[in-house]
């Protein structure tokens, strides 16, 4: 079995059952490696969420069975590891003698520090500083209007609508919806110009649903909240293209991550100009 129908077989046996397993109403961290500290990316993102809701695991850091020997942690006899994916990047010569690259997907596997041996005490989860401090930063750092009305993005109007703070139940609501709604603004030809009409055809639509769905939810994790939103009318969509083709879920995670990126470095030139103007101010 390839790399990409085990990844995908991982993910459809929860849509299968209803379950969304970036929607999480309680607070949420991406994945880390245990060894650097650094965020898991892309697919390996809902696949280890994937693998921490089916076992139950509270922890969110990972290694390789070697990296976690190397830190003088022991693998828990009879755990089974759960499979990530990395690219390597290959080259060949093409018939004019230029060479050309191309990416390969390549599994590795990993456990959770539940799975281990591990005292708590000695390796805490690290710390997170919350890198947008309001919702509103986020249509002010990408440039787009919004106006008030039921939670939609018009690409026509390159603006957003969302329902006044206090109609919403929850503050991780509020900023859910609106960490899904600037993730659709990120595709306008202005910023990643996001075309899915070539690679999904009449499932585009549907595709783009899931990528706002997944760079949200990777954005809210980096904040310490959960995904608080629900677009599940989308699930017989998903779950239709994801059984045909098991590379698209690759597809849509890397545009997911290069939504939530674009949105990242969006909100950090928009702290910096307020530093900015704040010190010419002084």
Known sequence: MSIHQTVTDQIVAHLEQGVTPWRKEWRSTLPTNVLTNANYTGV???????????????????????????KGIQVLKGSKATTGVFFKTL?????????SKFFIARAF?????????YIKAEHPTP????????????????????????PCYIPSK?????????????????FSTMAHECSHATGHKTR?????????????????????????????????LG????HASYLASWLKVLRQDPKAIFTV?????????????????????REIDVAKAA
């Open 44 to 70: 390996n993102i809902p696949v280890l969420w994937c693998s921490a809701l089916a076992n139950g695991f509270k922890s969110s850091q990972w290694g390789t069975y070697k990296q976690l020997q190397g």
């Open 91 to 99: 080259t060949k010569e093409t018939e004019q003698g230029e060479d």
């Open 109 to 117: 596997h990993l456990f959770n520090l539940d799975q281990t041996d």
């Open 127 to 150: 710390e997170i500083t919350p890198l947008i401090s309001k919702a509103s930063d986020i249509a002010e750092a990408l440039g787009v209007e919004v106006n008030e009305g039921d």
């Open 158 to 174: 390159d603006s957003i609508r969302m329902p006044k703070f206090h109609d919403f139940y929850t503050y991780t609501a509020y």
């Open 192 to 224: 990643l110009d996001r075309s899915l009409s070539g690679r999904f055809g009449d499932d585009s639509y549907a595709m783009e649903e899931l990528i706002a769905e997944l760079s949200a939810a990777f954005i809210c994790a980096e904040n310490n």
């Open 227 to 230: 995904y608080d939103n629900n």
């Open 253 to 273: 995670s890397a545009q997911a991550q290069k939504a939530s990126n674009y949105i990242k470095e969006a909100v950090t030139n928009l702290n910096i100009q």
